[in-house]
């Protein structure tokens, strides 16, 4: 599985940015994907999460500001980021997760920085 991310970029606090992951490969094997993200200086934290089933998580700090979503026919998931806030400056990185065998993909990474 490859993923190719897009997206991000530099904004104003309150703004709004869009990222997308496509999955390409042996996407059949793929049961979630979704986003994390590093600050500087800080461990990288998970930031939402779309099964194949639809079933979403985010972390609580971004809840009613970020909306996850998946067009299974492309392979490609999207994260819709709005009202962002300066703590939301990292390094974004989509994951697809695999269930058997257990693995994790990785995208390269995409920054987002939010200007005050």
Known sequence: VQLQASGGGLVQVE???GLACEASGLTFL???MGWY?????KQREFVAGITNGASIRYVD???GR???SKNNAKNTAYLQMNSLKPEDT?????????VEPPNDYWGQGTQVTVSS
């Open 30 to 32: 793929i049961n979630e």
């Open 61 to 63: 700090s971004v809840k």
């Open 90 to 98: 990292a390094v974004y990185y989509c994951y697809a997760r695999q």
């Open 15 to 17: 703004g709004s940015l």
């Open 37 to 41: 993200r590093q600050a500087p200086g």
């Open 66 to 68: 970020f909306t996850i």
